[in-house]
């Protein structure tokens, strides 16, 4: 049964704060990707990475940056929170290619002030 | 990129009626097409996929169909239950890509007693 968490479920930061989100499988998963929820915009990918050290950019990756040093963890970094990135982060992860599922964490509603 | 628009945004059935939602996406190239409901407070889980080679697909209550050439899917939810009340998303394989999904911006699914 494959895993994916993620560190917090919710969080509340004040703007212009270095925040960290953190997103665990433990699948041994290539794949992970990093969306943003918001309501009547659906799932928007922020960024992906299919190896460690490899990252590549979504659709709406302004104002985010990610790392992946272990296989297992992938990394959401919000360098200078800001009240427009107040939403619900989902993590994802998948294996191999050619359209094949993703796995979702809980997600992690984060409130900035 | 791919642009996936899925609607309607909302809809409300009957218990024991029929549901349909259905999705358009623009690149001709797309070959796989997943659907993924995510109940209230849980994550998004797949529960259907296509793939371009077939145009239709049945897993007990739920089917999906493929038009290639219009460039739209539709998800099939018949006898309709309470327990299917969620929003679903539809989503796309964009062209260049063989990892990632663009997901539509879903649909708020309530099923009525």
């Known amino acids: 049964d494959v895993k994916v968490t993620q560190s917090s479920r919710y969080l509340v930061k004040r703007t212009g704060e270095k925040v960290f989100l953190e997103c665990v499988q433990d699948?041994?998963?290539?794949?992970m990707f990093w969306y943003r929820q918001d309501p009547g915009l659906g799932l928007r990918l922020i960024y992906f990475?299919?190896?460690?050290?490899?990252?590549e950019k979504g659709d709406i990756p302004e104002g985010y940056s990610v790392s992946r040093e272990k296989k297992e963890r992938f990394s959401l970094i919000l360098e200078s929170a800001s009240t427009n990135q107040t939403s619900m982060y989902l993590c994802?992860?998948?294996?191999?290619?050619?359209?094949?599922?993703?796995?979702f964490g809980p997600g992690t509603r984060l409130t900035v002030l | 990129g791919e642009n996936v628009e899925q609607h309607p945004s909302t809809l409300s059935v009957q218990e024991g009626d029929s549901a349909v939602i259905k999705c358009t996406y623009s690149d001709s190239a797309s070959n796989y097409f997943p659907w993924y409901k995510q109940e209230l407070g849980k994550r998004p889980q797949l529960i259907i996929d296509i793939r371009s080679n077939v145009g239709e697909k049945k897993d007990q209550r739920i089917a999906v169909t493929l038009n290639k050439t219009a460039k739209h899917f539709s998800l099939h939810i018949t006898e309709t239950q309470p327990e299917d009340s969620a929003v679903y998303f539809c989503?796309?394989?964009?062209?260049?890509?063989?990892?990632?999904?663009?997901f539509g911006s879903g649909t708020q699914l309530t099923v009525l007693p």
């Open positions: 994802a992860s998948s294996v191999g290619l050619a359209g094949t599922e993703q796995f």
């Open positions: 990475s299919y190896d460690v050290k490899m990252k």
């Open positions: 989503a796309a394989i964009p062209s260049g890509s063989a990892r990632q999904l663009t």
């Open positions: 699948m041994d998963h290539e794949n």
